[in-house]
């Protein structure tokens, strides 16, 4: 066997192996038996002349009962066995580390937890020998297929989704990765290399980072507050804003409105980004999270999933401050208050709710806002002068806009006079 398969490197290899050996010599057994058996039969029982008449036998239950038995326990057993083994390849152990795959037409990249990332031509992934990895497999296009044979292991990259794989390797050397669902003009091209390593080589590695990477987290960082995902959910472990905190939700069990559960995992958490309303987890409002399907590239998205699931284990001054380049000192005084409305509607994650260009978010757009004749939920009306806007920030709840929920949260004590003066300009200005 080792003659004609390629070499085998990890903990399942060798199941893999054994079992794809029963099914051949299963499948030359039967060749062999059904085609000799009509071949013995052709010549046993063959025309010895013209007027020679073959009999006619019908029904043998015995003989019908044991063919149906015999093939039907033979290809229930290989099926669980096949079952078994795919439980091993998927199985996750603690401790494992996590290696973010994505595909496109036509590369791979691979991306470790520190910011190490390898891909393109260059494309390596490269593992610590006896260690087990997971790899959380995310396409930006078209399905492709991370196939490595060395390790006898395959797993599809869809758009929109993550797949998981795991396995431990138990050489070191090199091994060929392919793309083995054909992805376009050039799939023959997508290819990478796995490199089996020992855990020191693979520490100094995964920890030589040139300068301009940082890990996915940080970036995921940034987004959460770009994007005003803090508007609605904390970092801290148990504090509910609008929507859950973020600390709790990785492999954690999370139950739903319509009764059913799962246990978060990279997976159900890209999910909740595209997909709010998939599932509403219970005790939250359904309808109040945006979906942000189309909005964000395959990096930021990713970026956001390793945030949510690094939480708990990054080191802890990263989540207190992380110090950006681009951010330059913002002197709000020096503003007009125009451009300070300006500024503190995406700096206080307003635009995750409201928009300036008419559309409606969560919450009713800022366009032609100043001035209209508001309706309310219980009926009453007014129309939106300076202190009806200061007021709908302060006490967002006391009245709610007709068509839309309580879901925006009060901005007392987080905004000075100057401050309010300065956004109601700003709505002003929005006609
Ligand atoms: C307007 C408020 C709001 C904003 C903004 C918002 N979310 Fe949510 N989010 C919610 C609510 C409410 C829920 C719970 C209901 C549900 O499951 O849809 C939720 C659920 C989630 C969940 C599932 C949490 C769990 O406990 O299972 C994830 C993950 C999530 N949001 C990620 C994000 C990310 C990332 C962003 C920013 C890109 C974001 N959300 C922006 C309101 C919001
Ligand atoms: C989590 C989502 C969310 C965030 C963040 C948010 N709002 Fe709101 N806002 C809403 C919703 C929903 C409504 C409508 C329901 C209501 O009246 O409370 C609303 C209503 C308003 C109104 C009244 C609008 C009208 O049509 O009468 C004003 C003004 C307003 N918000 C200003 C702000 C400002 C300024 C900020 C940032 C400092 C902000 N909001 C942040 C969700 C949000
Ligand atoms: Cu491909």
Known sequence: MDYIVPDKVSTV????????????????????AIVGAMLYFAFRYRAKSSNDIT????????????????????????????????????????????????AWKWAWEFRYPT?????GQNAELVVPVNKPVKLVIASKDVIHSLFIPAVRIKQDAVPGQLKYMTFTALKTGEYPIFCAEYCGTRHSYMMAKLRVVSEEEFNTWVNTIPEKTMPKRILGKKLYTDLG?????????????????FYDVFGAQRNFKDGTSLTADENYILESILYPNKRVVQGFNENVMPSYEGRLS??????????????????????????????????????????????L??????????SVDG????????????????????GSSVVADDSYIKDSILNPNARIVKGFVAAMPSYQGQLNEDDLAGIVEFIKSLK
Not at 71 to 92: H, Q, S
Not at 115 to 119: H, I, N, P
């Open 229 to 245: 995902c803090n508007a609605c959910h904390s970092v801290e472990s148990g504090v509910n804003l609008v929507g859950p905190s």
């Open 345 to 354: 509607y995406s700096a206080k994650g307003c635009n995750a709710c409201h």
């Open 55 to 102: 009999p006619r036998i019908e029904g043998n239950h015995l003989l019908e009962i044991v063919w149906t038995v015999v093939p039907t326990v033979v290809v229930v057993v290989i099926a669980w066995v096949g079952i078994v083994l795919r439980e091993k390849m998927f199985e996750v152990s603690p401790n494992v580390i996590p290696i973010y795959v994505t």
């Open 115 to 119: 910011g190490k990332r390898t891909s």
């Open 359 to 378: 559309s409606q978010l969560v919450g009713p757009s800022f366009k032609g806002l100043h001035g209209a004749r508001r309706e309310f939920a219980d």
């Open 13 to 32: 290899a060798d199941f893999f192996d054994d079992l794809n050996l029963a099914i051949f010599l299963a499948s030359a057994f039967f060749t062999v």
């Open 298 to 343: 395959q990096e930021e998205l990713m970026a956001l999933v390793s945030f949510i699931v690094e939480l708990k284990t990054a080191p802890k001054e990263e989540l207190v401050e992380v110090v950006f380049e681009k951010d330059e000192k913002i002197d709000l005084e020096k503003m007009t208050p125009l451009e300070r409305g300006k500024y």
